[in-house]
């Protein structure tokens, strides 16, 4: 070969293989000899080299096989923002997953901490298997382009993906879970203190639709771990939006009007007397009123046909003019009346006309009902009360009692047993009392007329007076000598009578068998 190379370098200069190595070598073999020298040194340098070569690339092999099974990232390597130089994929991983995991939530109410919860609490769990297969996946890169990712590092990107547990999520994040007890909002509200109506505010409560927590607590959540870096600890504060609000406000018109048109008619009170006794009362108070009120829109009325209905009843309770009677005399009989012209009658369209004025007045009133015919005086339905004349026609016989105690008792002389002057018997009053009095009656022949001291009328001319011109009195006088319908009485117990009897006292005559 290396003949070959001179004899070209030769033959390039010009020169033939004699002339060259005479005038290089000398001789023949003196250039042999040469050649040989130098082909040996040759070799010499390209061993050296080849050994240089090969040792370099053993250790380069070696570092090389070491980089690749230190199953560590190579330096200037980073992952999803940090420095993994020298890190294996399970401490990478470990990293990434605190602090990936790390970021807790706090949710506030009213600047206060409510509920504090990690991601795991909320059910957002770090997908591990994914996240290590990816970090591994960098690896792996890394080391295919070996020789780059030695000398200029690399820069990885990973997802960090989380698992949700919706169950996990709902358990906790719900008010039941807050700090602070619920109160629940109460709409405002028309109440009553027995005299007036106000309106009871309104409360806001706390309570709220654990749907729309959860809703917003989710799209919070859920933006927070799709961000490709790890991120701070969170806030989020419930929104007034959240709360229930009370239907119904102190400021509603309608509530209002209703207070005013109450408020119009709720202070009457309307206390019915029927005697001294408070439990013989009717009290007609708001609890009744209110039945009667008819509201349209913004104004009100009373309901008559309820007032009247109510009258109508009250007149079939508390009457007792023109109805039957059961009168038990002073020697222990019994007498039936099918009628009686004394008692009560209640004026039912005054009375009617009489309430409506009261309650259009708003304030209290005790009253008797409005009457078109009153009795001496009344306990409820008893219209006697003890006080009474009993007149015992057969008998010729009289008593007066008054408070249940008999005052006086005589005999009498009553009308002759004729159509024209036989007294009258039932039940009646004595609606008034006079002295001096000049009785007449009769006409032509039969006129009459006589002067009496004491006077009490109980029934068309008929009625109880003193007889000065008669000397005896009971008996059967009356048969022969009967007046002329009224019940004669000796002077001392007409004015008796009269000056212990009130006006309107009942008299009850009767006939026995």
């Known amino acids: 070969m290396v003949y070959r190379i001179k004899k070209i370098l030769v033959t390039a200069k010009g020169l033939n293989r004699y002339e060259y190595c005479v005038k290089y070598h000398g001789d023949d073999r003196r250039v042999r000899d040469d050649m040989k020298k130098k082909h040996k040194g040759l070799q010499i340098v390209i061993l050296v080299i080849v050994c240089v070569i090969l040792i370099v690339l053993c250790v380069s092999g070696y570092y090389l096989y070491r980089q690749v099974n230190s199953g560590l990232f190579f330096e200037e390597t980073t992952l999803n923002g940090y420095d993994v130089s020298g890190k294996s994929c399970s401490e990478v991983f470990q990293i990434l997953r605190e602090d990936y995991s790390a970021p807790t939530l706090t949710i506030t109410e009213g ?117 490709d870096r790890p991120q701070e600890d969170a806030e989020i504060a419930i929104p007034e939006s959240f709360y229930y609000l009370p239907a119904v406000t102190q400021e509603d018109g309608e509530m209002n009007t209703l207070k005013d048109i109450y408020n119009s008619y709720c202070k009457t009170v309307i206390t019915l007397t029927f005697g001294d006794d408070e439990e013989d009362e009717i009290v007609l108070d708001w609890s009744v009123i209110q039945d009667w009120l ?14 009247e209905d109510f009258v109508y009843n009250l007149a079939a309770t508390y009457n007792t003019l023109y109805l039957p009677r059961t009168f038990t005399t002073s020697n222990g009989d019994t007498i039936e009346y099918e009628s009686s012209d004394y008692g009560y009658q209640i004026d ?113 001319g008929q009625g109880l007076h003193d007889a000065t011109w008669r000397s005896s009195f009971g008996g059967t006088i009356y048969e022969t000598n009967g007046s002329h319908g009224c019940v004669n009485l000796p002077y001392d117990v007409a004015e008796t009578i009269y000056n212990e009897m009130e006006e309107r006292t009942p008299i009850f005559l009767y006939k026995t068998e």
């Not at 007149?391 to 005052?407: A, F, I, N, R, S």
Request: aromatic share 10%; hydrophobic share 35%; charged share 25%.
């Open 111 to 227: 600047g206060e901490t409510a509920l504090t919860l990690t991601l795991e609490e909320m059910g957002y769990t770090i997908d591990e298997a994914s996240l290590l297969a990816d970090i591994q996946s960098c690896m792996r890169e890394q080391n295919l382009s070996l020789l780059f990712s030695l000398s200029e590092g690399n820069t990885f990107e990973v997802e960090v993906s989380f698992d949700y547990d919706e169950s996990v999520f709902l358990s906790a994040v719900t008010s039941a879970n807050f700090a602070r007890e619920r109160t629940s909002s109460t709409d405002a509200s028309l109440e009553f203190d027995g005299t007036e109506y106000y309106i009871e505010p309104e409360i806001y409560g706390t309570e709220f639709d654990d749907a729309d927590l959860q809703i917003m607590v989710k799209d919070y959540v859920d933006k927070l771990v799709a961000e």
């Open 348 to 460: 039912q369209s005054g009375e009617i006309e009489q309430l409506l004025a009261d309650i259009a007045s708003n304030t209290e009133v005790t009253r008797e009902p409005t009457y078109s015919t009153k009795g001496r005086t009344r306990d409820g339905a008893d219209d006697i009360c003890g006080t009474y004349v009993e007149v015992d026609l057969t008998g010729q016989h009289l008593w007066y009692y008054k408070d249940g105690e008999l005052v006086i008792e005589s005999d009498i002389v009553s009308g002759k047993p004729t159509e024209d002057r036989e007294t009258i018997t039932g039940v009646f009053m004595i609606p008034y009392k006079q002295t001096d009095v000049t009785l007449s009656g009769g006409t032509g022949s039969g006129a009459w007329e006589t002067d009496v001291t004491y006077w009490m009328p109980f029934h068309d």
């Open 294 to 307: 008819v509201i349209d829109g913004d104004t009100a009325y009373i309901d008559e046909q309820q007032v």
